[in-house]
Structure formats: structure tokens, C-alpha cells
């Protein structure tokens, strides 16, 4: 729907996942051979046959279909890891089959990156942590949002409100040590209340986390939400955020949610949470995985007084924009296209922007020149280029032009573009002789005026 919004030509195609690459087995290479077998796989192929797309990118690790069909017709693709792989004797596996079919390889965190390494060999690796729209989380609505949220779940103007935020509630994510947690904090904060946010996959898991919660002498204290479609709607209520995840997360994104609305965020250093807490200074609140008595004595160091989380939050607000915000992301991502054409250049032989000048990489040096496109010669290496963003064009050939290079270093010795440079002693006694002669001309000017005005009355009179 959002595509189709900004006017992006969509079309949907059935495309299976393999799960196995996060958690691979000695015969993942066959099961991917097998999955190339599949009609499945004959539409994705037919698909960018006929759309000939300039660039595949093919998002998470589970989704190999769109890289390997890209790979099948020769077209530059770019495959995006936004999970963890297993470590496992047969991670190198999994690792080897994503490199062989990606042309670069984006991580959303050194974690994801890390087990892709050593099997990457020549594939460009590239860091790439996710951003948000500031508008789209219509941040002028969140003091409304605020009050309307807390209304209805019965939370008072002195309350801190503690949140767990999961999109699916199973073993790993930590519930369990969220509601012991809650329940040692419950009882030295007599203010502090706490909300569940999440749809259960593991139901016996959930039910027995429940059951902590209803034995307790705390119960009254504890709210829960099965499912919220809008996360804009829920942050602005909390006070602190708390991320007890016990498996290695390829970036954390609830943390840098509850960063991105100026939240206290206390979480497990596990995988990537750990990267965001240490990139936005607040290492503090990072905990060692599994360590549930640090995690207590951290939020009940957090709770101690109002001004307390409401500094770690402002402090998380600022950072987070300024490390993850989406000015930042879209000067990463320019960078990125930019090395990943220059890598790849003979993928990129012929090269287009939104003008209808096209350059073309020399084979020998891989500078890239430009040719008029209404050259009869040129005509041959029209239906061959690649288009690829204005300013993506302009950073390529800044880097791989010999014009432009040439350019650039003219433009920074601007004496040898012209007539012979003169030291600044001389430039400025020159502006100094111009302004001494155009002061005197000016005076002239005048007397003369004076004179001839002066000669004009005598001649007047003696007529009379």
C-alpha cells in the first residue's frame, strides 16, 4: 500500500522463505538447489525478466529466492541481514550461500555482519542500522497520546510506567525475567506499574509467565496489551523501557523505539542491543545477559527519582537522532550505492541518471566519461544502462570521471585555470591603487563639474 502511494509500480509474487539459513543444516546448499526447482522460483525469474529491474534488493536472511534469481540473469543485487545466524559447525554454510549469491551484503548491525565474515571473501560488507521518518510518528500527537493511553490503563500522573514490547512473546525474549524483575521492583516502588505488549506464539510459555503475575501479591499492578497496531500510541505512555532478550538480536529495534520517544531504555547487552546502548552512551543501562540481579538493582537505581529516567530519556532522544536519525541514514546509504557501483563497475559499464547524459566505464582504468546519447556510435550502449539515482550518478562519477576529477583539482588551484596568479602582497596593493585612483578620478570629476559650471557664468556675463 505504501508503494503504491508514492506512485512505486508493484506487483505481488508468492516467494517462499528458508529458515534454515538462520539456522543452518549440512544440507542447506541442496535445499536451496531444491527450491530452484519450484515454480515459485521460475515466477521470480520470469518476474525480473520481464521488469528488469536495475538492482534487486532481497530483505532478511530467510529470503534467498530474489537474490538467486537476480544472480541467474545477471542483475547487481544487494541482500540485507537483519537477523543472527546460528552458531552452529554449519554457520559457514549459510554464510558462504549468502555471499556467493549478493553482490554486497548489508548488516543492520556488526552482529549481523559477524558470522558472514569469514566466508564473505570479495563481496563488499556494509553497515547499514535502520531509521525512521521523524513525521511519521507524528511526534507533535505524543503528549495526547500520552494522556489518552495512561487514561485507559488506569495509570496515575505519579506513576512510572514500566513497558515490555515484544511483536511475539516466546522463551527468548525474556518475559519471564521481566515479570520476576517486576515483582522485586513492585515491592520497594510502591509507584511503579508495568505493561505487557505482545502477541504469545508460545501460549504454555505465556500462560505460565501469567501465573507468576496472579500468584503475587502485585497482580493489581500489572497491565497488558495483546496487540497495538500503531507503537506511536503506546511509548509516549511509558516512563522506561526494558528489553530482556536472551538470544543475540540482529539490531534490537525496540530499544531504539523507545530511544526514538525520549525513553529510559534498560536492556540486555545481547547481540545488537548492545551495539545501540553503547552508540547512544547509555552503556549504564546495558546489562549482562541473563544477569536478573543487575537487571533489578539497574531499574530500581532508574526509579529512584523522577529526574533520574526522565534525563536518561532526553539524553536517549538526542543521541538517537543524532547516531541512527534519517538525515544520517540517507548519507549512509548514499555512500553505500556509491562504493557498491564502483565495486561492481563492470555491471555498471553504462550508467544513467535522471538527465539522458550517460557515462561509460573505460575497461582498462574503469573511469567513467561522458557520451552524448544522440551519437549515432553511442546508440549500441543505450539499452545497456543502468539507471541509477541523480545524486548516486553525481557521487559515482565524482569518484570515477577523469572530467570531473580534473575539475575538482582545477577548481582548487584556480590560477592555473586562467591568467597567471599574483601574491596576496601584490592582490592587495592592487585593491588598495584601485580604490587610491577611483577616490582621486572622483574628485577630478567634481572640479570639473566646478570649472566648467564657473566658465559658463563668465561667458554669461559678458554677453550681457
Not at 522460483?41 to 518476474?47: E, H, Q
Not at 521492583?185 to 501460549?203: C, K, N, Y
Not at 602582497?425 to 577630478?444: E, F
Request: a positive charge.
Amino acid at each position: 500500500m505504501l508503494a503504491w502511494a508514492a506512485g512505486i509500480r508493484s506487483e505481488i509474487v508468492a516467494c517462499p522463505l528458508m529458515y534454515s539459513i538462520v539456522r543452518p543444516s549440512a544440507d542447506l546448499p541442496e535445499e536451496l538447489e531444491r527450491w530452484k526447482q519450484t515454480p515459485e522460483f521460475g515466477a521470480i525469474v520470469n518476474l525480473l525478466g520481464h521488469t528488469q529491474p536495475d538492482i534487486v534488493l532481497t530483505n532478511t536472511a530467510v529470503h534467498p529466492l530474489p537474490a538467486a534469481a537476480a544472480v541467474s540473469l545477471g542483475i547487481p543485487t544487494l541482500w540485507i541481514i537483519n537477523e543472527t545466524i546460528d552458531d552452529n559447525p554449519y554457520t559457514a554454510l549459510a554464510a558462504a550461500l549468502i555471499s556467493s549469491h549478493a553482490d554486497g551484503i548489508i548488516g543492520t548491525s556488526e552482529t549481523t555482519l559477524q558470522p558472514i565474515r569469514p566466508e564473505a571473501g570479495d563481496t563488499p560488507l556494509y553497515l547499514l542500522p535502520p531509521s525512521w521518518h521523524p513525521n511519521a510518528l507524528r511526534p507533535r500527537s505524543w503528549p495526547r497520546f500520552r494522556r489518552s493511553k495512561r487514561k485507559e490503563l488506569g495509570i496515575g500522573a505519579g506513576n512510572v510506567l514500566i513497558g515490555y514490547i515484544a511483536a511475539a512473546i516466546y522463551p527468548e525474549k525474556g518475559l519471564d525475567h521481566f515479570v520476576r524483575m517486576a515483582l522485586q521492583v513492585a515491592a520497594q516502588r510502591p509507584f511503579a506499574r508495568f505493561v505487557i505488549l505482545g502477541e504469545t506464539s508460545d501460549h504454555g510459555y505465556y500462560e505460565d509467565c501469567l501465573g507468576i503475575i496472579t500468584n503475587s501479591p502485585y497482580a493489581d499492578r500489572f497491565r497488558f496489551i495483546p496487540f497495538e497496531a500503531s507503537v506511536q500510541h503506546v511509548y509516549p505512555a511509558l516512563d522506561i523501557v526494558v528489553v530482556p532478550s536472551l538470544l543475540p538480536e540482529g539490531f534490537g529495534l525496540t530499544a531504539l523505539e523507545g530511544m526514538i520517544f525520549g525513553k529510559a531504555v534498560i536492556a540486555y547487552a545481547s547481540g545488537g542491543l548492545a551495539e545501540i546502548q553503547a552508540s547512544v552512551g547509555n552503556s549504564a543501562y546495558s546489562i549482562e545477559t541473563g544477569n536478573e540481579e543487575r537487571l533489578i538493582q539497574v531499574l530500581l537505581d532508574a526509579t529512584r527519582s523522577p529526574s533520574v529516567w526522565k534525563k536518561a530519556g532526553i539524553r536517549n532522544g538526542k543521541n538517537a537522532v543524532r547516531v541512527y536519525g534519517h538525515a544520517v541514514f540517507r548519507d549512509r546509504l548514499k555512500k553505500l550505492l556509491i562504493s557498491h557501483v564502483l565495486h561492481h563497475r563492470p555491471q555498471y559499464q553504462v550508467i544513467q541518471g535522471d538527465a539522458p547524459d550517460v557515462f561509460v566505464a573505460d575497461p582498462d582504468s574503469g573511469m567513467y566519461r561522458r557520451i552524448s546519447p544522440s551519437m549515432p556510435e553511442h546508440a549500441s550502449l543505450l539499452p545497456q544502462a543502468r539507471r541509477i539515482p541523480a545524486d548516486i550518478l553525481h557521487g559515482v562519477t565524482s569518484e570515477g570521471s577523469p572530467d570531473d576529477n580534473l575539475r575538482r583539482r582545477l577548481s582548487r588551484h584556480r590560477h592555473l585555470c586562467g591568467r597567471r596568479r599574483t601574491k596576496r602582497g601584490r592582490r592587495l596593493r592592487r585593491r588598495k591603487s584601485h580604490w587610491r585612483w577611483a577616490i582621486r578620478a572622483r574628485r577630478r570629476k567634481k572640479k570639473g563639474i566646478r570649472r566648467s559650471r564657473m566658465r559658463r557664468s563668465k561667458r554669461l556675463r559678458k554677453k550681457r
